[in-house]
């Protein structure tokens, strides 16, 4: 659905900023409801509410590398900002407002948690059999890539070719 590029911007940033908000507070309430309890069985042993602290990215992958997963966040929003004017599909407005929230949800946790700042731990809380245990954001950002791979098998591009983008200041 093609729009102005400003609509475009405009629903990234509140699809980001209502995935962190949802985010931050369902990790609010693990902290505070999970932390100290064992595994609440929401769906049997399919589906099971599980606190833990991740020092890694997903699968326990890069425990040892926090601060760099902090700084790959960090290029990872930035980008993200450069190419936000430039959307053209709401589809690509959607993948990358999931993706910011995703991002800035499991960042501030790295940003605010001990063990310190950039090398703070994440609150994942959801636990099904056979996979990680992960968060909301961690879902935004699984969604987002799912629909990123639908969009790009549809040939969708994201932003208009140079020769067709319409004149945007600063861009």
Same mark, same amino acid.
């Given at each position: ?26 990790? =609010? ?54 190419? =936000?004017?430039r959307i ?18 499991n960042l ?6 001990? /063990? ?12 099904? /059999?056979?996979w990680p245990?992960?968060?909301? =954001?961690?879902? @935004? ?11 790009? @098998? ?18």
């Amino acid at each position: 659905m093609r729009q102005s590029p400003q609509q475009h911007w405009r629903f990234l940033y509140a699809c980001a900023w209502i995935i962190f908000l949802v985010d931050l507070a369902t990790k =609010a309430w693990a902290v505070s409801t999970l932390s100290q309890r064992e595994p609440v069985k929401v769906i049997g042993s399919f589906l099971q509410l599980t606190f833990v602290r991740n020092p890694g990215a997903a699968f326990s992958f890069a425990t040892g590398a926090t601060l760099f997963l902090s700084l790959f966040a960090l290029a990872v929003i930035l980008m993200i900002t450069y190419v =936000a004017p430039r959307i053209v599909h709401r589809g690509w407005a959607l993948v990358l407002g999931l993706l910011l929230g995703g991002v800035l949800g499991n960042l501030s946790d790295r940003i605010f948690r001990s /063990p310190g700042f950039l090398r703070g731990h994440v609150i994942d809380w959801i636990a099904l /059999p056979h996979w990680p245990i992960f968060n909301l =954001a961690d879902s @935004a950002i699984v969604v987002a890539a799912g629909i990123s791979v639908i969009l790009s @098998a549809r040939n969708i591009a994201p932003v208009a070719p140079k020769d067709n983008r319409p004149d945007l200041p600063g861009v």
